[in-house]
């Protein structure tokens, strides 16, 4: 079973925040654009995920592999983000 858009917005909250964390954002960007970035970075750590270790592996809402690939996911593309905007506000 696939997962819905709705699963998806609450994973890339979840570790959207955890990135947030997880990187020290010293700026503290807001929570929407938290989220969003942590959606993103779901998108990239399940693409990542798929090509590693294959999309059956990352199916379910409660699959470890899924919350894990999403995270890397997060932290990479808030990383990159931090690294882009620093000095700047959101």
Do not use: C
């Amino acid at each position: 079973m696939s997962l819905s858009w709705i699963s998806w917005l609450i994973i890339g909250l979840v570790v959207g925040l955890i990135a947030q964390a997880i990187t020290k954002d010293k700026a503290k960007h807001p929570l929407w654009l938290t989220i969003i970035l942590g959606i993103v970075g779901a998108i990239v750590g399940g693409w990542i995920g798929g090509l590693v270790v294959g999309g059956e592996a990352l199916q379910g809402f409660f699959n470890i592999w899924v919350w894990l690939f999403a995270l890397l996911g997060a932290v990479i593309v808030t990383a990159i983000y931090e690294a882009v905007t620093r000095g700047r506000r959101a």
